[in-house]
């Protein structure tokens, strides 16, 4: 890689620098906070005046263990959340931290919210920085993007740098990283990003340097690997079903095999959230236009499979109530697409909520994170407070996001306040012994009824 004519940065020889974040949803809020606990001066911006004054008074505007600790640790003039891109000046590196959301209609991933942060920053910042993307886009994007900076603000440049945070462990991943990319086309840039990134660096966590395309690939196909490792054990469990065989033994078995590894190997609803559906199917999308397609109709398979998983829960509850929904209690026990989250994007479990009531199910969901965001996008579904509540007269008890306070329920109390004693196990997590031994009728996806 070249060097470039690109001055040293405000924060001289020293550690800190300021550090610049746009966009404050899921990515940037978090990414912003461990900045500042990384001991950067930081600046967060977003348009959304709501988001930015939670964040100023320590309130994370969504569910992240651990975040609003952090959040309160950090506060002060290391950390200053704001509606004004101005105030961005001075930035040494400025993150850029916004959605690419599915286009409507279309696989491909909607980039315009990129394009128009990198835009800003063209405008706004008035001397030598570092812009550096973390949303995750097509390949190609970050090509354009230097481009684009190149012809319109020539002091900056741009480098490439994907997360890889898993909900619900957002801040330790951020924190203390696995693996770092650095996607630069300079020696300044990634100078610059391994002192970013110092005290994770110093404790050990790998860095691996490449190009723009390669860097932006990396998150893309981490994704399709992980969604395809779980539809392939979904895919075990139909065969499972029809033979009578058990799939949680079997990848328990196949596990142990350290070329496979467990992990992402538990049979059930399937994945949803913000990033594998989305992120596949752009990953299809962009294939296509490159003339790769060939390369990846796999991933159709891949979600045709997570959403017929969710079809197949729909049946199994639709059968425990004797063949129809109508004049039927359905308790649902989860709405975020995973534990520890209040994301409820994509969600299967409100996905099955969702099809038993159009088909006359009286359906009640609980989560301990998420029921106001799922009352907001499903209005037309009942929520309670507690398992208990949900419970209360039900037909049929569905476990489909599974919270630990959900596994470790009382098969025998919770027996007692049911119309009648059956469980469908959605993500295989719990105890079919014990909620047999209670009187249950159990029923996992890819195990045998008895």
Same mark, same amino acid.
């Given at each position: 890689?070249?060097?470039?004519?690109?001055?040293?940065?405000?924060?001289?020889?020293?550690?800190?620098?300021?550090?610049?974040?746009?966009?404050?949803?899921?990515?940037?809020?978090?990414?912003?906070?461990?900045?500042?606990?990384?001991?950067?001066?930081?600046?967060?911006?977003?348009?959304?005046?709501?988001?930015?004054?939670?964040?100023? !008074?320590?309130?994370? @505007?969504?569910?992240?263990?651990?975040?609003?600790? #952090?959040?309160?640790?950090?506060?002060?003039?290391?950390?200053?959340?704001?509606? !004004?891109?101005?105030?961005?000046?001075?930035?040494?590196?400025?993150?850029?931290?916004?959605?690419?959301?599915?286009?409507?209609?279309?696989?491909?991933?909607?980039?315009?919210?990129?394009?128009?942060?990198? &835009?800003?920053?063209? &405008?706004? %910042?008035?001397?030598?920085?570092?812009?550096?993307?973390?949303?995750?886009?097509? $390949?190609?994007?970050?090509?354009?993007?230097?481009?684009?900076?190149? !012809?319109?603000?020539?002091?900056?440049?741009?480098?490439?740098? @994907?997360?890889?945070?898993?909900?619900?462990?957002?801040?330790?991943?951020? #924190?203390? @990283?696995?693996?770092?990319?650095?996607?630069?086309?300079?020696?300044?840039?990634?100078?610059?990003?391994?002192?970013?990134?110092?005290?994770?660096?110093?404790?050990?966590?790998?860095?691996?340097?490449?190009?723009?395309?390669?860097?932006?690939?990396?998150?893309?196909?981490? +994704?399709?690997?992980?969604?395809?490792?779980?539809?392939?054990?979904?895919?075990?469990?139909? $065969?499972? !079903?029809?033979?009578?065989?058990?799939?949680?033994?079997?990848?328990?078995?196949?596990?142990?095999?350290?070329?496979?590894?467990?992990?992402?190997?538990?049979?059930?609803?399937?994945?949803?959230?913000?990033?594998?559906?989305?992120?596949?199917?752009?990953?299809?999308?962009?294939?296509?236009?490159?003339?790769?397609?060939?390369?990846?109709?796999?991933?159709?398979?891949?979600?045709?499979?997570?959403?017929?998983?969710?079809?197949?829960?729909?049946?199994?509850?639709?059968?425990?109530?004797?063949?129809?929904?109508?004049?039927?209690?359905?308790?649902?026990?989860?709405?975020?697409?995973?534990?520890?989250?209040?994301?409820?994007?994509?969600? @299967?479990?409100? +996905?099955?909520?969702?099809?038993?009531?159009?088909?006359?199910?009286?359906?009640?969901?609980?989560?301990?994170?998420? $029921?106001? +965001?799922?009352?907001?996008?499903?209005?037309?579904?009942?929520?309670?407070?507690?398992?208990?509540?949900?419970?209360?007269?039900?037909?049929?008890? %569905?476990?489909?996001?599974?919270?630990?306070?959900?596994?470790?329920?009382?098969?025998?109390?919770?027996?007692?306040?049911?119309?009648?004693?059956?469980?469908?196990?959605?993500? +295989?997590?719990?105890?079919?012994?014990?909620?047999?031994?209670?009187?249950?009728?159990?029923?996992?996806?890819?195990?045998?009824?008895?």
């Amino acid at each position: 890689m070249d060097s470039t004519d690109v001055s040293a940065p405000s924060g001289g020889g020293g550690s800190q620098l300021t550090v610049g974040v746009v966009g404050l949803g899921y990515l940037g809020a978090v990414h912003a906070a461990c900045m500042a606990d990384l001991g950067h001066r930081v600046v967060g911006f977003d348009v959304d005046e709501r988001k930015v004054s939670a964040l100023r !008074e320590s309130r994370a @505007p969504f569910f992240e263990p651990g975040l609003e600790d #952090l959040l309160a640790r950090t506060a002060g003039e290391s950390l200053l959340f704001t509606t !004004e891109p101005a105030e961005l000046k001075g930035a040494d590196v400025v993150f850029v931290c916004v959605g690419t959301p599915q286009r409507k209609g279309e696989l491909a991933a909607d980039t315009s919210y990129v394009v128009s942060a990198v &835009q800003t920053l063209a &405008q706004v %910042l008035d001397a030598p920085a570092l812009v550096v993307g973390k949303s995750t886009v097509p $390949v190609g994007t970050a090509a354009r993007l230097a481009d684009l900076l190149a !012809e319109s603000a020539p002091h900056l440049e741009l480098a490439w740098n @994907p997360e890889f945070l898993r909900e619900g462990h957002a801040v330790q991943d951020t #924190l203390s @990283p696995d693996r770092l990319v650095l996607g630069v086309a300079s020696a300044r840039a990634e100078a610059l990003l391994r002192r970013v990134y110092a005290r994770p660096i110093a404790a050990g966590t790998p860095v691996l340097t490449a190009d723009y395309a390669t860097a932006e690939l990396v998150k893309v196909a981490a +994704n399709a690997f992980l969604a395809t490792k779980i539809s392939f054990i979904n895919a075990m469990a139909e $065969v499972c !079903e029809a033979a009578g065989a058990d799939v949680s033994v079997l990848a328990d078995a196949i596990g142990y095999d350290d070329r496979i590894g467990r992990k992402f190997l538990s049979a059930g609803v399937g994945f949803g959230g913000g990033c594998l559906p989305k992120d596949i199917r752009a990953f299809m999308a962009r294939a296509g236009e490159l003339g790769a397609d060939q390369a990846l109709t796999f991933l159709r398979e891949v979600d045709a499979i997570n959403l017929r998983r969710r079809s197949k829960m729909v049946d199994l509850a639709r059968q425990a109530c004797g063949g129809s929904f109508v004049g039927r209690k359905v308790a649902v026990l989860g709405a975020a697409f995973k534990p520890h989250s209040d994301d409820i994007r994509d969600s @299967p479990a409100l +996905n099955v909520a969702a099809q038993a009531r159009l088909q006359g199910a009286d359906v009640v969901v609980t989560d301990p994170a998420a $029921v106001d +965001n799922a009352r907001r996008l499903w209005p037309d579904l009942s929520f309670a407070a507690t398992p208990e509540e949900a419970c209360s007269g039900a037909d049929v008890v %569905l476990l489909l996001t599974e919270w630990p306070e959900y596994v470790a329920l009382d098969p025998a109390a919770i027996g007692s306040l049911v119309r009648e004693r059956v469980v469908i196990d959605g993500r +295989n997590a719990l105890d079919p012994a014990a909620w047999r031994a209670a009187g249950w009728s159990y029923a996992g996806l890819g195990r045998p009824r008895a």
